[in-house]
């Protein structure tokens, strides 16, 4: 490992080991923050006795779901887009302002219409992560390089063909952008959905173990979702690098 | 003429998002999704009340405290990582994991240290706004190019001068990008605050309705807050294009 890398190490163990030794000495209240030693002892206890993988389950398998849909639908509805100028512009205004608004206000708006099911969560991941695929379909679409269906013609490529074996590859790089986003905006919409208002899930675990004082399941829980976000991330990331290496390779 | 043509464009589709209202509201009934015409004329009802004018106070005030700590600390991070280029490598992947975590679940963890509170919901606002302001405000730095630095230098311009004249002009456009973003996000960290947790603010006020069953309050407060958030976006995105074309 790099020195940086090293470097990073030792700011994180550091601060984890600060924070134990805080908790242990007593500087931070128990019923406050927990060590981060017995958060990990009862997230495993947690995992082993088995009292919430059900909840565990459905949460990320919602993400899982949500996150796939987005991104499908995102694609999909970015090429069309892509393909009307027209629309496109209109609907410039709205993509620009998407993110800044916060979409969770929408959230109890479609609990009535959809009742307090799986559905208004889902939903709710699907919106948050989708826009991000279709910005990312249209600014990949847009950066295919002109010569590319100058090739395209010149060898008389069909429109499908040209698509799935130029554009696609040339775009890739983008689509795989709003994949990343559309990965972490999916973990916050479901999880989100579920802190505000939701029968079961994981979101809504952790809000009853904080409303009960039960402060070990609440800290296990969230350590399992940091964890799980986290590496989530680092490996799209490094996926990431791996790709744009080979592509710098193959260039050169 | 295209700029008419735009917003002919825009404007036909806001008329496509009402009608789709309409047809929702049609088809799963008006105790569910209240019609959009209604739902309006009740808009125009609820702002000028007070009950209103006291939940928009509560949670103007929090925000701007929150965004005040989020800029403050995002620009120092931001300046810091961005000058000190060995901590700038050992952070920023550390702040970026940061900033694609879901920030909600660690929101029971500020109400323990905190309770109930405004520096509650501040520092949970601030936690959305703080890593995009010093992400990006970090890069702006890093991005400057480094014959900028020997210009100054061969100009024999003051370490103060170099910085109010050349560095800060050349960093200003991308830091009020990472304003813009912290500005938005710090938006929705305050909101989601006060959705899960406080008796004040806007948030609280959806929540409150949603449980009294008052649709069209909820939606009426959820398009003054997507109002407010895209006008604000506007300004924000109108300046940055005018400092990005000056440059």
Partial sequence: MSKVGWLRLVVIVGAVGALEVACRAGWINHRVVIPPSEMADALVQLLISGKFNEQIARSFGLVIAAIIIAVVAGFIVGVIIHALPRVRQALDPFFATYYAVPIFIFYPVMIPIFGLSVIPILLMGVLTAIVAMIISTLNGLDRVPRVLTKVARVHRMGRISTALR?????????????????????????????????????????????????????????????????????????FDQRWAERRGAGKS | ??????????????????????????????????????????????????????????????????????????????????????????????????????KVTLYPVVLLIFGLTLPGRVTFGAMHGVLPVALLTMNSIRNIPPVYVKAARTLHLSHRQTISTVLFPAAFPEIVSGLRIGFTLTLLGVLLAEMFASKAGLGALIINAMQLLQNQEMIAVAIVLFLFAAAANAVLLWMEHRLHRRV
């Avoid at chain 1, 505000?196 to 979702?225: E, H, K, T, W």
């Avoid at chain 2, 569910?32 to 509560?58: D, G």
């Fill in chain 1, 166 to 238: 130029l554009k696609l590859p040339a775009a890739a790089p983008h689509l795989f952008t709003g994949v990343k986003l559309a990965v972490s905006y999916g973990f916050i919409g479901v999880i989100a959905s579920e802190f505000i208002l939701a029968p079961a899930g994981l979101g809504r675990v952790i809000s009853d173990a904080y409303s009960d004082f039960d402060n070990r399941s609440m800290y296990a829980l969230m350590l399992l979702l940091v964890v799980v976000a986290t590496l989530a991330n680092t490996l799209l990331h490094l």
């Fill in chain 2, 1 to 102: 003429m295209t700029a008419t043509r735009r917003a002919f464009d825009t404007v036909i589709i806001l008329a496509i998002v009402l009608a789709a209202w309409q047809g929702l509201h049609q088809w799963v009934g008006s105790t569910a999704l209240p019609a959009p015409m209604p739902t309006l004329a009740y808009l125009a009802k609820l702002v000028p009340t007070e009950r209103f004018a006291e939940s928009a106070w509560a949670t103007l005030v929090t925000f701007f405290w929150a965004l005040l700590l989020s800029y403050g600390l995002g620009l120092l991070l931001g300046v810091w990582m961005g000058i000190h280029r060995l901590s700038g490598a050992v952070g920023e992947p550390i702040l970026i994991s940061l900033y694609t975590l879901p």
